[in-house]
């Protein structure tokens, strides 16, 4: 396998349209007079995916990356056979990011964070120093402990306490991934408020979130997997959201594909999904909001720890943004769906009945609301459906393994200060 050399690209200010360098890490437009994401022009203009031995790199040319990182995986696309005939499908097809060794599906934390994961960490400079931070809900803090563990990258994750049973491994971590958490009765929220903390000295790096181009062009794979199987950009694309980055970056490949050109001339229609009743997306798009509506923090907070799905519990989404989930929505005619936790679980059962392989319970919401758009007319038995299963296969992964877990090194209480946070982060790490 060839070296790889860094990919030429630079960035785009997409409420100004301003072009500008990366200046190594830039997460914002330093000139910028209101909130945008920015967005990556890569100098390669034409679609090459390289041979599966390169993983997830082998979308190289359409990442932000440095370096090729050891152990990395590319989501898997598939036509679905089972699913398929039960919904009464032509064309539907799978992009599983997940453990299903059948299909060629290996990634070893079940998710598709872990396309993101490889991809900010191929971004970082080798030898930076700093230590990366993210807060998570779940699967991208397992995902990014995976990835910085297999290639000694320092990492600060912050996780509610209620979740940390989602950081389970087949072996134990290197000493460079440290965890702290929100005491019980916190979410994804207040990860996110303690880890901003910790960003008050120079030591640490904050990861960014969706406003990192790596993180949503390493999501972007997905559309990218789907597109190298299929040979066109699908009609309608499916997917559960907490943040909606997933759907951000599904419609970014999209752009980047019309202007390859090979692959069609349309847009596919967003269809996303939100666990009721945490539903601060659905609620704004159903009332034709760009801003999110008001949201009681403690109502928040219950109705995260009701819903089944977790990691879609996300409340500061960049869903208003501009270039964020509401503008992806209103220039692919998407939509956004509600399924309650009864639905995802049927969804769930159809799709390891239908399919063969367990699915996590994002996905199952995926599933469910592919289920209802068909039942309501809106995707017809002919059209082109790309079904995004962000996890699965984890029932299957930990058949006869002794898993490890990680556990938190500092348990923070929910009204905790800014320099007992920073003091304690920073002698982790001492």
């Not at 903390?197 to 790596?214: D, Q, Y």
């Not at 909606?244 to 349309?266: K, Q």
């Not at 699915?359 to 459906?385: P, R």
């Not at 007992?420 to 790490?429: C, I």
């Amino acid at each position: 396998m060839e070296e790889m050399k860094a990919t030429a690209y630079r960035l785009r200010n997409v409420d100004t349209g301003r072009l500008f360098d990366d200046s190594g890490w830039t997460i914002d437009d330093p000139q910028a007079g209101k909130p945008s994401l920015v967005r990556a022009e890569y100098a390669c203009k034409q679609f090459k995916p390289k041979g599966l031995e390169y993983g997830l790199y082998r979308f190289a040319d359409w990442l932000p990356v440095r370096r090729m990182l050891t152990g990395s995986c590319a989501p898997v696309t598939y036509k679905s056979k089972g699913l398929a005939q039960a919904l009464g499908l032509r064309n539907l097809y799978v992009t599983f990011s997940g453990y299903f060794p059948e299909i060629g599906a290996r990634m070893t934390t079940c998710s598709f964070k872990e396309t993101e994961a490889d991809s900010v960490c191929g971004r970082l400079p080798e030898g930076d120093g700093r230590v990366l931070v993210v807060a998570s809900a779940g699967n991208t803090a397992r995902a990014f402990a995976k990835v910085c563990s297999e290639n000694r990258i320092p990492l600060l994750l912050s996780v509610p306490e209620d979740n940390i049973g989602a950081l389970w491994f087949e072996k134990p971590l290197d000493d460079c991934v440290k965890l702290i958490a929100a005491r019980k009765g916190g979410d994804y929220f207040d990860a996110i408020r303690i880890s901003n903390m910790v960003l008050a000295s120079p030591r640490f790096l904050a990861e960014g979130g969706a406003k990192n181009i790596a993180r949503r062009d390493g999501m972007s794979t997905t559309v990218l997997s789907a597109v190298d199987h299929i040979g066109r950009i699908p009609d309608f694309y499916f997917q559960a959201v907490g943040s909606g980055t997933g759907a951000i970056a599904a419609w970014e490949a999209n752009l980047r594909l019309l202007e390859d050109g090979r692959f069609g001339t349309h847009k596919m229609r967003l269809m996303v999904s939100q666990n009721t009743p945490f539903l601060p997306m659905y609620n704004a798009w159903k009332a034709d909001s760009r801003a999110l509506l008001a949201y009681d923090d403690d109502q928040a907070r219950r109705d995260a720890e009701t819903i089944q799905a977790k990691v879609l519990s996300n409340r500061q989404p960049p869903y208003g943004i501009a270039g964020g989930l509401y503008d992806a929505l209103k220039d692919t005619r998407g939509d956004v769906l509600q399924v309650t936790n009864d639905e995802l679980g049927a969804a769930q059962r159809l799709f390891k009945e239908t399919e063969g392989v367990d699915i996590y319970s994002a996905a199952g919401v995926a599933v469910s609301s592919l289920m209802a758009s068909v039942k309501a007319g809106t995707v017809s038995a002919d059209a082109t459906v790309m079904l995004n299963i962000t996890g699965g296969g984890e029932q299957r992964f930990q058949q006869d393994k002794s898993l490890w877990y990680l556990k938190p090194s500092v348990v923070f209480p929910l009204d905790v200060t800014p320099e007992r946070v920073l003091a304690e982060a920073e002698a982790l790490f001492a």
